[in-house]
């Protein structure tokens, strides 16, 4: 069999399948729960006799062999995510919580001829992407903020210990499955060393490995292929604090285009703090991630950040809990942008043919206007009844066009062995049913008719029409006019 792409997402593993990790230990799988970068995540239980509870603690991460992600993710924590450490640093730092999900076991697995890897990871909650989704993009002011205390935190452990994340967005940002006041910045899939043994990568930049990374959010030295720093991962954390408080970003008309997006970033850093200032949203400033970024922008590729520092920029005064419910104005905000939507189609088709030449004939069929003639342009739906296929309908004529297309309509009309009116005559369209939809033309000159009148043949304006073309009763069956 040959093998998979290495891209790719790998084909599920039967539910109940055992996996045996790097020291032996046995983990069965459930059902598949997500996807996250190129693998599947399933249920997993250490109970391989028993079919794993959807109330379990653990899921497995499973890829191809051949696929560097994962591998990537590994790497980061046998390095720098084990236990031990964490609960260290937590102890030194005098920390409750470390948001990095707890790595349990890894190892390697054959199915149908395909090799696999795998991880085993601690169960995470709902990821802030769905959350955001919900609310419009956004989240209330004190919610971000704290955000960024708890990711500030996350990335100095992890600088600390030689890495970067280089992928911070609402999708690898997950609360905790016991505790949704805890938060995890998830997937190590991008995560790279910017330091070997206490010697930092030095500045290059590779336009071939240009704009690595999410397109919103990655940081300018990505974009320029340079190695990731941690100025980067405090740039990105600002670009993310930035959509959260205001729900868009300055670029997201741009996201097809890479060096489009990298431009709009240039502007926006070379233009604070004013330039992210002006994007406050209903009385949410977003005054601290201009601090963030300005800050950010002082940095030197090499320099460390002061995290302290950042904590104090993104303070409230007091430590704030998650609070994820739909920020003020959201709602009010759709409805604005709803008040300033055109008026509906049926009544923007009505005024719009004013401006279309004159229209030899018309047929109504299952809604729809269907043109006929030279020079008509084609016909929009009209929501009305059915109607007589032989029945007819003018377009309302511009006035300054008047006598050119009523030359023309006259022609067609002969053709057609139809009587020309002189002037402004506008027929009705008539359903089998008897319902009609009156379309008026704006003009100071009004009919005469009542409005219990309106089913009248002819909409006779004051303007005097010629004898010759005044039209009795309508004869035969579907009431079209006789010659004079």
């Not at 031990?84 to 707890?102: T, V, Y």
């Not at 609310?135 to 971000?144: I, M």
């Amino acid at each position: 069999m040959s093998a998979p792409k290495k891209r790719g997402l790998p084909k599920p593993l039967p539910d109940g399948f055992i996996l045996t990790d790097n020291v032996k230990k046995k983990w069965r799988l459930g059902k598949v729960v997500g996807q996250g970068g190129f693998g599947l995540i399933y249920y997993a239980s250490q109970d391989i006799g028993s079919a794993v509870s959807a109330d379990t603690d653990f899921v497995v991460k499973v890829e191809y062999h051949e696929n560097g992600p994962l591998f990537c993710e590994l790497s980061f924590y046998k390095r720098a995510g084990r236990p031990e450490m964490m609960q260290k640093w937590m102890q030194s730092k005098r920390l409750d919580h470390l948001g990095i999900p707890k790595y349990w076991a890894s190892g390697q697995a054959e199915y149908n001829g395909i090799k696999y890897r795998f991880m085993v990871m601690e169960r995470l909650g709902t990821d802030l992407q769905k959350i955001s989704e919900r609310n419009g993009g956004r989240f209330k002011k004190a919610t971000v903020l704290r955000v960024g205390q708890v990711l500030v935190d996350i990335l100095e452990y992890i600088h600390e210990n030689e890495f970067v994340h280089a992928d911070i967005k609402a999708s690898n940002l997950m609360l905790g499955h016991r505790n949704p006041q805890e938060l995890y910045l998830a997937d190590y899939g991008l995560a790279n060393r910017y330091c070997n043994d206490g010697v930092q990568k030095q500045y290059h930049e590779n336009h071939r490995k240009g704009h690595d990374g999410t397109i919103e959010y990655t940081s300018l030295d990505a974009h320029r292929g340079v190695t990731g720093s941690r100025r980067g991962d405090i740039q990105i954390l600002g670009f993310c604090l930035l959509h959260w408080l205001c729900g868009s970003l300055p670029w997201d008309g741009d996201l097809k285009n890479a060096v489009k997006v990298m431009e709009a970033k240039d502007r926006l850093m070379d233009s604070l703090p004013e330039s992210v200032q002006q994007l406050s949203v209903n009385g949410a400033s977003t005054a601290e991630v201009a601090s963030l970024l300005l800050y950010v922008k002082s940095l030197n590729f090499h320099d460390k950040p002061d995290y302290q520092r950042l904590r104090q920029i993104l303070s409230t005064g007091t430590k704030e809990k998650l609070d994820f419910s739909v920020p003020r104005g959201v709602g009010e905000k759709k409805s604005a942008s709803k008040a300033l939507e055109p008026p509906n189609r049926g009544k923007a088709r009505c005024s719009s043919t004013k401006h279309q030449p004159a229209m030899s004939s018309i047929e109504v069929q299952n809604g729809q206007r269907k043109a006929k003639g030279q020079g008509v342009s084609k016909a929009k739906p009209v929501a009305i009844g059915e109607e007589d296929d032989d029945e007819e309908d003018d377009d309302e004529e511009d006035e300054g066009g008047r006598e050119k297309k009523l030359k023309q309509a006259s022609c067609n009309r002969r053709r057609q062995n139809v009587p020309q009116k002189s002037d402004r005559v506008t027929r009705s369209l008539r359903s089998r049913a008897g319902t009609l939809k009156s379309y008026k033309e704006d003009d100071s000159t009004n009919d005469d008719d009542d409005e219990e009148e309106e089913e009248k043949e002819e909409d006779v304006r004051s303007n005097p029409i010629d004898p010759r073309y005044i039209r009795g009763p309508p004869k035969g069956k579907r009431g079209r006019p006789k010659m004079v």
